[in-house]
C-alpha cells in the first residue's frame, strides 16, 4: 500500500530526513515514534505531498507520488494537528466544502456529510457555524473533513498535543474505529503510550533516521534492555544476595538492589521472593523492570524520548 | 505612576517599528501631500504650465503676441492646430487652448477689442482661473506695443485711473472718450465703457467641456477618487485572507486536497474580482441615486472602467499579499503603500491641481489610470471605442495582468512555503 524508500530533505543546513524507509501494508496501523525535531512532520507532509524531498520515493497505492500527486492525494486523508475549518461557515457547510475539492458528485458528499455528523454526535447542530462550537467539537468535524472522500489512507500528526483529555480520548475512539474498518493509518507520536496502544507496527525516529522497527514484541526482542525482577533489601542482609544470585542464571547485584533477569517477571516473581525468605533477606521493594518503548528508545540513543 | 510612564517611554524608544509608525511615516506623508498641494515652493516656479495655442489669424501681430507669451517664465507654449488641441482637451490631456482668431491683427491695428478666445475644460476651472490672470498682463500690452497709440493711450489712461474712485474713474473716462472720439474718429469698442478696466473680458472664456447634468467634476472626482481607494483597502484585505489562511492552517488543508496550489490563487483572485464589481457597482448606483450621477446614459462606459478597475485592483490586493508570510508583516506596509498611492494617483485631491512632477509622478498608481478612465466616461464624455480612453483600460489591464503574474510567482514561493 504505502512504500517509502530513502527520503531525504534538507532544510539549508539542517538535515531534517536522513533516509527515511517503509513499507506499509493494507489496513496497518503504523506508528512513527520519536522526539521533537526527529522528522516526523517533515516524513507526513511529503507523503502528503505539500513538501518536495530532496531524494527518494514514495509509492502510494501504486502511484508514485512525484509523478501522480492527484490520483495519491485522492486516496489519502490527512487529519491536521491544529483545526483548520472555516469558522465563518456551519459544520456542515465546511463539511460540504472540504468535500467538493475532491470531485466527488455534490449528492454524495452531502450524504457522507450527514453520516460523518451523525457518526461523530454533532447532526442536531450542523447549521451553526463552526466558531460557536466547544474545542471538543471543532475537533470532531476537523477529524471528519479528512474522511469526506472515504480516504484508504489517513495520516495524522501528533494529533494529541496540546489538547484536552476528553478531546484526546474523543480521537482514540475514533481512530479505533478507523482502524477497525479497515483504513491504514500512519500516526505520528512522541508518547510511548499511544504508539504502544494502537500500533501494530512501530518505526522509531530520530535524527531523521529510523533506527528500528517492527512490532512491540520485535522490538522488545530486538533490544539489549531485558525485563527484571529488582529486590531491594534491608542493608544489613544485602551480603546474602550473594548466595541467591548465583543461583539465578542471570543476574546481578548493586548494593542492595539485585536484577534478575527474566523472560517472564510476572512468574518468576513469587520464585525470586521465596528465595530471599528461604536465605533471610528482609525485602525493602520490588519492582518490574519492563522494557517499553522509552527503554528501547533510551538503549537505542542514549536519550530520552521526551525531555 | 511615574514609574509606569518612564517604562513605557522606555518601551517605545526601542520599538523601532512603532518609532517609525509614529514619527517617521507621518512625516513622509506629510511631505507628500504638501507636494501634491503644491504647497511647497521649490526654488523657483517649477510649474511650468504647458499651454497650447492656435493661431488662426497666422500674422505677424499673432507671431508676435506668442512669442511674447512665451516670454512668460511660468508657461510652456505649445502651438496646435485647433482640432487637435481641442481634442486634447475634451480628452483631458490639456486643461485648455488659447486661439488667437481671425483678425487678431485688425484688432490690433484697429484698437479693437482683441478675438483671443480660451476654450477650457471645466474640470479645471482653478487651473484656468490661475491661466487667466498670467495671461492678462501680457496679453493687455500688446496694443501698447504693436497697435494703435491712440487706443493704447486710452487704455493706459485706464490703468492710470484704476486706483481712483469709480465716480472720477468715470468722468475721466468719458471725457478722455470723448476726446479721442471726436479727435481721432476712432472706433469704439461694442461693449461698454467699462470693459475697458475689466482685465477678464479681454479673453472669451468658453468651456469646451462642462456638465451637462449634475456630473459634477467634484462629484465625479469624490465617487471615483473614493471608490478606488476604498476598493485598494478591500482587496489588500481579501489578499491577506491568503495569509490569515495559512496562519489558520486552512491553505495546508487545501493543499492537502488534489486541487492544484495555483488554483486557491486564482480562486482569490476570482472572489476579490468579484467583491470589487459588486463593490464599485453599489458606490457607483449609490452616486447615482443620491447625488444624480448620470450611471444609465454612462453605463457601457462605466461599467468597462468597473471591470478592468477590479481587475487590476484586484491583483494589486493578491500581489501586496504574496511578498509576505503573515499579515503582519504586510498589514501596515499594505495600509500605507494604498494611502500613498492614493495621494499621487489622485484619489484624496484630483491629479490636475498638483505640481507637474507630482503629475508625472501620478501614472504610477493604480488610482490614476482608474479615476481618469472614470472622468473620461461622466465629464468628458468619450465614446468607449475612444482611443484615449481605450489606452488607459489597456494600462489598467496590464497592470492586474504584471501584478497576477508577479503574485503567482511570489505565492509559489513564499506562501506554499508550509514550515
Ligand atoms: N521549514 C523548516 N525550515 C527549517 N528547518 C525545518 C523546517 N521544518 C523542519 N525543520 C527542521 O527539521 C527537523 C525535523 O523537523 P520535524 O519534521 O518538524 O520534526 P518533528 O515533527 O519530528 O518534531 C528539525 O530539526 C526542524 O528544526
Ligand atoms: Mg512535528
Redo the contacts between chains.
Sequence with gaps: MIHVSNLQKSFGHVQALNGISFNITDGEFYGLLGPNGAGKTTTISILSSILKPDEGEVIISGYNLLKNPVECKNVIGVIPQEIALYNELSALENLMFWGSLYLIPAGTIRKRAIELLQLFGLFERRKDKVKTYSGGMKRRINIAAALLHKPEILFMDEPTVGIDPQSRNLIFEVIEKLHRDGMTIIYTTHYMEEAERFCDRIGIIDNGQIIAQGTLNELKMETSVKEAVVITCELATAGRLNEIISLWKDSKRIDNKAYFYSGKVREDMSKIIQLCNQAGIEILNIEFQKTNLETIFLDLTGKQLRD | MKRIAIKDLKLFLKDRKTMLITFAIPVALITLFAFAFGGINTGEDDREYTLPITDLDQSEYSKEAILRLDTLKSLKIVEMPLEQARQAVRKGNEDGVLILHKGFADSLRDGGRLPVELQYDQAKEMQIGMLQQSLIPTLSMIPFSTGDVKKSMSRRFDKMMAGSSPKIREEVNTQFDSLFNSVSRGIIPENNANSAFDFGSEIKMTKLVMAKDKSSPNLIQAVAGTAVMMLLFSVAGIGMGLLDEKQ???L????????NPNKILFGKIISANVISIAQLLIMFVFAGIAFGLDIIRHFPGMLIVILATAYACSAFGVFLASFASTRQQVQGLATLIILVMSAIGGSMIPVFIMPVFMQKLAVISVNYWSIQAFYDVFWRALPITDLTFLSRILILILIGTIMNVVALRMYRKNILR?A
Design positions: 489558520e492552517g486552512t495546508k488543508r487545501l493543499l492537502y486536497s488534489p486541487v508550509i
